[in-house]
């Protein structure tokens, strides 16, 4: 089972690769966006720490949609609604819940998926975050419809989430400030999937000793 504990864990990990990785971010965003991206995801996060001992008390649902709210409230640019979109719906499946089971970290983790989509309007092959989510989700998925434990699993949607996010080099974007290039897009990886890619490795990392279904 994934505790209130373990959740909390892997939002402080996430805050802390997000600043050390600020500067790349910002790198990719410089290519096909408006350079921020980096910052605002240092920025937002940096926030939710912040406010993390007002719910760290309370259960997984509010805790993930503290995050989501904070987010939307600090991180500028696209992020700020779709990383808080994402974490809000994920928060919706967890309401009351002080540990969830692998299954239902998964269904939290679709639920935010889904919500990205329907925000930002996105599918796969657009050369967004959706394009490191949507792998990454299913290989999760996948692997725990095999029985596989949490830990091998999450390494598994973490690996998903890495190639998703290396095939957005060679796509055209469509959506957002990247769509506004045209063919100048393509060849320059996504950093919004590249930072949706940080979001599972940081689980995969924080899970790895979560090794009975």
């Given at each position: 089972?994934?505790?209130?504990?373990?959740?909390?864990?892997w939002?402080?990990?996430?805050?802390?690769?997000?600043?050390?990785?600020k500067?790349?971010?910002?790198?990719?965003?410089?290519?096909?966006?408006?350079?921020?991206?980096?910052?605002n995801?240092?920025?937002?996060?940096?926030?939710?720490?912040?406010?993390?001992?007002?719910?760290?008390?309370?259960?997984?649902?509010?805790?993930?949609?503290?995050?989501?709210?904070?987010?939307?409230?600090?991180?500028?640019?696209?992020?700020?609604?779709?990383?808080?979109?994402?974490?809000m719906?994920?928060?919706?499946?967890?309401?009351?819940?002080?540990?969830?089971?692998?299954?239902?970290?998964?269904?939290?983790?679709e639920?935010?998926l889904?919500?990205?989509?329907?925000?930002?309007?996105?599918?796969?092959?657009?050369?967004?975050?959706?394009?490191?989510?949507?792998p990454?989700?299913?290989?999760?998925?996948?692997?725990?419809?095999?029985?596989?434990?949490?830990?091998?699993?999450?390494?598994?949607?973490?690996?998903?989430?890495?190639?998703?996010?290396?095939?957005?080099?060679?796509?055209?974007?469509?959506?957002?400030?990247?769509?506004?290039?045209?063919?100048?897009s393509?060849g320059?990886?996504?950093?919004?999937?590249?930072?949706?890619?940080?979001?599972?490795?940081?689980a995969a990392?924080?899970?790895?000793?979560?090794?009975?279904?």
């Amino acid at each position: 089972m994934i505790t209130r504990d373990d959740i909390i864990s892997w939002l402080q990990c996430y805050r802390e690769v997000v600043g050390e990785h600020k500067d790349y971010l910002t790198q990719l965003d410089a290519a096909i966006g408006d350079a921020d991206h980096g910052a605002n995801m240092d920025r937002g996060f940096a926030a939710v720490l912040a406010k993390m001992p007002t719910v760290a008390e309370k259960d997984i649902g509010a805790i993930l949609k503290m995050t989501g709210m904070t987010l939307v409230a600090t991180v500028g640019g696209a992020g700020g609604p779709l990383y808080g979109t994402f974490f809000m719906r994920a928060g919706a499946t967890a309401d009351g819940k002080m540990e969830l089971s692998p299954l239902e970290f998964l269904a939290a983790l679709e639920a935010g998926l889904a919500g990205v989509q329907q925000r930002g309007k996105a599918t796969t092959g657009e050369k967004t975050m959706v394009d490191a989510l949507t792998p990454a989700c299913q290989a999760l998925r996948r692997a725990l419809e095999e029985g596989q434990p949490l830990a091998v699993a999450l390494q598994q949607a973490a690996q998903a989430a890495e190639e998703g996010m290396k095939a957005t080099i060679p796509m055209l974007a469509t959506k957002g400030r990247a769509s506004y290039l045209g063919e100048r897009s393509i060849g320059h990886q996504d950093p919004g999937a590249t930072s949706s890619y940080l979001l599972f490795r940081c689980a995969a990392d924080c899970f790895a000793n979560k090794n009975k279904a």
